[in-house]
């Protein structure tokens, strides 16, 4: 079976409709190019409560929970100290983390502030993901077999950490036979007609073979997902 993951997007301008939430469509492509299955997408805002709940939930249900936002140095950026407490744990400050927060201020030719050297400050039981286009590192936690990873909200900074550093580590860790689609595109029939046309060839389907009927405007689109070994030679 593919590895689940659940993805969080913590933020209240999301919630507002202020910020559009690119990052979670994002990572779910590149989640299902190694064979992880996205069973659920979460968005919450800045409210401790809310976040702790989710977390808990989150983990109890995936494999794998990514987490984009809250990062920032400032007091409505939560997403740090919750998971300090989440996970029983305290901050300690990491010095890699700080040099490369001093030499992009430097690069930009500002001064850095102590609310920006608190950055540097990482649960002690993460690995820190280095950020090296922005000040806000990433946090990789592990605990009885699941992967929870708090990146930054902003987009090309989650890009850069997930492409370098840690899809690679869950390439590594989730050995998968992969996701497999194939799309058959209808014109000019509604959906419920279809469904009904080809009903016995959909209940023939096999057991690892999943049928998804996507309509838009004038057209039908099917979706036949696949995992497991043998799953090309059912195509």
Known sequence: MPAKAIIISIGDEILYGQTLDTNSHWISGELDNLGIRVFRKITIGDT???????????????????????????????????????????????????????????KAGREVTKLNEAQADMPASCMPVPNVIGTAPGMWFERKGKVMVSMPGVPYEMKRMMQETILPKLKEMYVSDGL???????????????????????????????????????????????????????W
């Open 48 to 106: 401790k409560e809310e976040i702790l709940h989710h977390f808990a939930e989150a983990e109890k249900l995936a494999d794998i929970v990514l987490i984009t936002g809250g990062l920032g140095p400032t007091s409505d950026d939560l997403t740090k100290p919750c998971l300090v407490e989440y996970f029983d744990t305290h901050l300690v400050r990491n010095e890699e983390m700080l040099i490369n927060i001093q030499n992009l201020f430097a």
């Open 180 to 234: 497999f689609h194939r799309i058959i595109r209808t014109i000019g029939i509604p959906e419920s007609v279809l469904a009904e046309r080809i009903k016995d060839w959909e209940n023939a389907l096999p057991a690892h073979i999943k049928l998804a009927y996507l309509p838009t405007m004038g057209s039908v689109k099917m979706r036949l997902t696949s995992s497991g070994e043998n799953r090309r030679s059912h």
